[in-house]
């Protein structure tokens, strides 16, 4: 063989390689289109594809799938991340952008458009490492909050986001600024305790979409990013949304603590709604803590 030869000339880059796509029809961004053209080009690599369908139960991993693609949002990701987990897969993972609010594909570049995406998954790029976040029973992979967009997220209308996405977000605000409830929580973090009315912990870099309060956050990185406010009235969520909006930093608000860490405990009077990654996942009191084994993304 002469030198610089390939050992197998003319073999396709995923021949032999088994992916499952995992997609919710539900969602509000979902395309049936899209998705054929996610198999056709993961096919034309020389791959088989398993489409799996995610709903209300629990997604089933095939065996014998060595990679998992997951069309979908932040939610959906959360969900096959807590399936991986739960069964022990050691397996590379990916995620096509193709939901309500795309936060880590945003953070990991990844194109919309489906054969680039999938040269990319098949190039010499190294898989880069993930940390999820347990929380409760299950984990998260971007980002979580309890304050008054968290109430808010819990009274999202499954059926409204389904038909206008990220604007149910817009209008589940509204009633929370009506009445806008103020509760106090406490938090123990590496043995100091805080008190404030509305927290916010970053694992990715985005939050909401293209903002960040926490600009030094990463997914690939072993730290949680917090940001508590003492207060959290109308006017210091307004302050909070001005900062995001213009990319200024929200340490320098009033009444702001601000700190990495590993892992936290939360507690309130009342058992407030936990929002991570977008939906619901538990309700205070609750235990937060960096996860130790890092997942594959390519």
């Known amino acids: 063989m002469a030198q610089g030869d390939s050992p197998n000339p003319g073999r396709s880059p995923g021949q032999g390689r088994t992916v499952q796509i995992f997609f919710n029809p539900a969602s509000g961004s979902y395309s ?19 489409e799996t369908i995610c709903n209300a139960d629990a997604p089933a991993i095939a065996e014998h799938a060595d990679h998992l693609c997951i069309a979908g949002g932040d939610g959906t990701v959360r969900d ?3 399936a991986v987990a739960r069964n022990g897969y050691s397996t590379d993972l990916s995620n096509y952008p193709m939901g309500t609010i795309n936060l880590l594909a945003r953070e990991a570049r990844y194109p919309a458009d489906p054969t680039t995406f999938v040269q990319r998954l098949f190039s010499d790029e190294p898989a880069r ?3 999820p976040v347990s929380i409760g029973e299950g984990l998260f992979v971007v980002c979580a909050s309890v304050g008054p967009d968290s109430i808010a997220v819990a009274g999202i209308s499954p059926r409204l986001k389904r038909l206008i996405g990220r604007g149910a977000y817009v209008a589940a605000i509204i009633p929370v600024l009506l009445r806008w409830p103020r509760r106090r929580i406490r938090l123990e973090v590496d043995g100091r305790a805080i008190d404030c009315e509305a927290f916010y912990l970053a694992k990715g870099r985005y939050f909401a979409g293209p903002w960040s309060f926490a600009p030094q956050a990463g997914v ?52 407030l709604p936990v929002q991570a990654d977008g939906d619901i996942v538990a309700a205070l009191p609750v235990t937060i803590k960096l996860g130790e084994t890092a997942l594959r993304f390519r």
């Open 32 to 50: 049936a289109r899209r998705i054929r053209a996610l198999s056709k080009a993961f096919e034309a690599q020389g791959a088989t594809v398993i």
């Open 80 to 82: 096959i991340v807590n």
């Open 129 to 131: 490492s993930h940390f």
């Open 220 to 271: 690939d990185r072993p730290t949680l990013h917090l940001v508590a406010f003492e207060r959290m009235r109308r006017s210091d969520f307004a302050a909070f949304a001005w900062a995001l909006f213009w990319r200024r930093p929200v340490e320098r608000l009033n009444g702001v603590t601000c700190l990495s860490c590993t892992d936290l405990s939360a507690d309130s009077e009342t058992p």
